[in-house]
């Protein structure tokens, strides 16, 4: 064996693992290797997971992540790890739980994700709260330490875990390999001190071994791929903070910018594909508007990402335009392109319908100087799960997003404050919400005194 290709960190950035393949198979190494935390992110587990089931051939440790997906409680798991149990079946699960936490590849050469005993550790790095960063590289004594019996029983050491692309020879002559993260290459993280960890650049990274007579040779390698591809993955999760350090190799000050999705009370899906008087997915105008927009989407992710984009962005909200017209239906929406945010709801899930892709209502309440109004969204059933979308239309003040799984609405409920988030997917409009649209002629009013306050109680448990 003379030529081994090792990569690490992917974290489901499944552009740059497709980068990465198409790459080895010009180079032509005798193995490829592995080192973990393979589907966690915010980018794209399950197409990662499917395009390495291509290439049975990769020898893979298990990382941290790979173990907390399946030894964790979801509501214990990290963002990062919630959309990967959200995305991946139980067979790939459980055959990420059940990988190897080291490997000794080849003669002398062992693999493993953090250290031999902990896949949590930092081998040639160091967290230092002493040092700008947080951060610094680990000397001798402390990488021989965290090797443990390990120490001095191996010619190359390979490693994951920091993202940090770095090679050391030990005083004994033994090579430790970090190849660098090849999807996610900047984070920040407050254990056990504040520390960022940033590549400066969004290259996806790996390192090549090859045997000569005199051992083993390393070189760095990174290569491009289409960053931009895995960035709106990220924002589409709701991880405008990876979507940052995708982009630039530097880690972001903050942390996600959506919240965890509210868990939903629902009907059977295929309920939701109906037209009725308000949600008219019936119309022609509608049918002809979402085949239009289905025509250059992939799948039903990017259909309803099309939609909603559509709706938000190309129907103007009333008060935003200062238009009064009174629109309740969807084709009085599309029509007349402006809607208050129930009205903008109902052409969105009337696309939605009319696109094979079933959608509801939901309601917040929220505060509106001394009372309360209730605000309208669109639930979208994607990926066996609801997922809350706000086509409100943004402003200076509301910077909605399509997300799945985290939620990026124009306003979060607080509780504290009266607010309410209610978890009920309605298959038709709320008519209390039908009846304050029907009975006003000026929309602009009608925001200003006769916006309902709640839902009918009558309707709790009811969808």
Excluded at 337 to 357: E, I, W
């Amino acid at each position: 064996m003379s030529l081994i290709a090792v990569f690490s960190d992917l974290h489901g950035n499944t552009p740059a693992l497709r980068a990465f393949l198409a790459e080895i198979d010009a180079v032509g190494p005798d193995l490829v290797v592995n080192l973990g935390d393979i589907a966690s992110g915010g980018v794209d587990p399950r197409g990662t997971m499917a395009l390495l089931a291509t290439r049975p051939e990769i020898l893979t440790v298990r990382g941290n992540h790979e173990r907390q997906l399946t030894t964790l409680e979801r509501e214990e798991m990290s963002a990062a790890d919630q959309l990967a149990f959200d995305t991946l079946d139980g067979a790939t699960l459980d055959r990420l739980g059940a990988l190897p936490t080291s490997l000794e590849i080849a003669p002398g050469v062992l693999a493993f994700h953090g250290s031999p005993a902990d896949d949590l550790c930092y081998l040639l790095e160091t967290v230092d709260p002493a040092v700008p960063g947080g951060l610094r590289e680990s000397t001798d004594e402390e990488v021989l330490t965290r090797l443990g019996t390990h120490a001095r029983r191996y010619g190359v050491y390979l490693c994951g875990h920091t993202h940090l692309q770095r090679i050391r020879r030990l005083p004994d002559g033994a090579l430790v390999v970090n190849p660098g993260s090849l999807g996610w290459p900047a984070f920040a993280d407050s254990d056990p001190h504040p520390h960022r960890v940033e590549a400066g650049s969004p290259r996806a990274r790996y390192a090549l071994l090859r045997s000569t007579a005199d051992g083993w040779e390393v070189s760095a390698r990174s290569l491009e791929y289409d960053v931009e591809a895995a960035a709106t993955l990220a924002e589409d999760h709701g991880r405008d903070d990876i979507a940052h350090a995708l982009r630039t190799g530097r880690a972001s000050s903050a942390g996600p910018s959506s919240r965890a999705a509210l868990p939903l009370v629902a009907a059977e899906a295929s309920a939701y594909l109906s037209a009725d008087e308000v949600v008219r997915s019936d119309a022609p105008e509608v049918i002809a508007l979402a085949h239009e927009l289905r025509g250059d989407a992939t799948d039903d992710v990017a259909f309803a990402k099309a939609a909603y984009t559509w709706v938000r962005d190309r129907v103007t909200h009333s008060v935003d335009a200062q238009d009064p017209r009174r629109t309740v239906s969807a084709t009085e929406v599309l029509r007349h392109r402006t809607g208050v945010c129930f009205a903008k709801s109902h052409l969105l899930a009337a696309l939605l319908r009319a696109g094979g892709v079933p959608a509801g209502l939901c309601y917040q309440r929220l505060g509106d100087g001394d009372g309360h109004v209730l605000h309208g969204l669109v639930a979208v059933h994607l990926d066996g799960r609801w997922h809350r979308i706000d086509a409100r239309g943004n402003n200076a003040h509301v910077d909605a997003r399509f997300t799945l799984y985290r939620e990026r609405l124009a306003w979060v409920a607080d509780p504290a404050a009266g607010e309410v988030d209610y978890p009920q997917v309605f298959v038709r409009p709320a008519p209390e919400v039908v009846a304050a649209l029907r009975g006003s002629h000026d929309m602009l009013e009608l925001c200003r005194t006769g916006l309902p306050t709640a839902l009918d109680p009558g309707l709790a448990g009811r969808v």
